[in-house]
């Protein structure tokens, strides 16, 4: 899927990935300009534990992996720049379990859930931040 946000905004200066986490999914967009396009979809599928904390503890760490991986292919060959938008309450578990080198060439991480909203929304709430 592509869009183009509103010429309200400045477009983005250079191409750039944008990954929408929640704890289950992380939906990876990227920018060039105004141009947005919709990727794919990173899930993670963790077995079934008798603890519900561990399990959520296990999807977040796996899933900041797939994110630390994908965010790593893009920035080594389309994009310069990264933004990732996480929920403020599993920010510090997500971003621990990431590679330290990744995140820190993130320009911005946004405490919020954009992942199930759709994109005119999300870029909205990206470039008000």
Same mark, same amino acid.
């Given at each position: 899927?592509?869009?183009? =946000? /509103?010429?309200?905004?400045?477009? =983005? ?38 603890? =519900?904390?561990? &399990? #959520?503890?296990? &999807?977040? +760490?796996?899933?900041?992996? #797939?994110?630390? #991986? +994908?965010?790593?292919? =893009?920035? /080594? +060959?389309?994009? +310069? ?11 510090? &578990? ?20 954009? /992942? ?14």
């Amino acid at each position: 899927m592509v869009i183009e =946000f /509103s010429t309200h905004y400045p477009p =983005f200066s250079e191409k750039t990935v944008i990954i929408l986490t929640n704890t289950e999914k992380a939906r990876v967009l990227t920018v060039n300009g105004r141009e947005v396009t919709e990727h794919e979809e990173i899930t993670v599928n963790v077995t079934e534990m008798a603890d =519900f904390e561990a &399990q #959520k503890v296990a &999807q977040i +760490t796996a899933l900041a992996k #797939k994110v630390s #991986k +994908t965010l790593a292919t =893009f920035l /080594s +060959t389309t994009c +310069t720049a990264a933004i990732l938008c996480v929920p403020e309450v599993n920010r510090e &578990q997500l971003l621990a379990a990431m590679d330290p080198a990744i995140v820190a060439k993130c320009e911005t991480i946004i405490p919020k859930n954009l /992942s199930a909203m759709k994109l005119d929304v999300v870029m909205r709430i990206v470039l008000e931040h």
